[in-house]
């Protein structure tokens, strides 16, 4: 499944921004999808998933409250809606599909990657 993210760039702190991931020529039904993030120097962190059976969603609890994760499959795309972002929500941020079920929201459960979109929070 080929991945191609948009919507990353600068923001200042408490603005919001939406990431975009579109599947061109794949379906994207009945697959778990996710939004994960990555510093320099750390391991790649889950922010959101969302099931592709039952629309469950999972987050990272210091996103909770602030993102949402969406998913149009008729336009074989998903969203990640980031609202008052803060500088620790600089990273780069990737989105992910896989054919599974949805457990845990880790990148060790994800096969299939979008090239990734810078994030920076900055006043």
């Known amino acids: 499944v080929q991945l191609v993210e948009s919507g990353g760039g600068l923001v200042q702190p408490g603005g919001s921004l939406r990431l975009s991931c579109a599947s061109p020529?794949?379906?994207?039904?009945?697959?778990?999808l996710g939004w994960f993030r990555q510093v320099p120097g750390k391991a790649r962190q889950g922010v959101a998933c969302i099931s592709g059976t039952n629309g469950g969603t999972l987050y990272a609890e210091s996103v909770k409250g602030r993102f949402t994760i969406s998913r149009d499959d008729t336009q074989n795309t998903f969203y990640l809606q980031m609202n008052s972002l803060q500088p620790e929500d600089t990273a780069a941020y990737y989105c992910?599909?896989?054919?599974?079920?949805?457990?845990?929201?880790?990148?060790?459960?994800?096969?299939?990657w979008g090239q990734g979109t810078q994030v920076n929070v900055s006043s």
């Open positions: 992910a599909a896989e054919q599974n079920l949805l457990t845990v929201c880790h990148y060790l459960r994800f096969g299939s």
């Open positions: 020529g794949s379906t994207l039904d009945s697959q778990t």
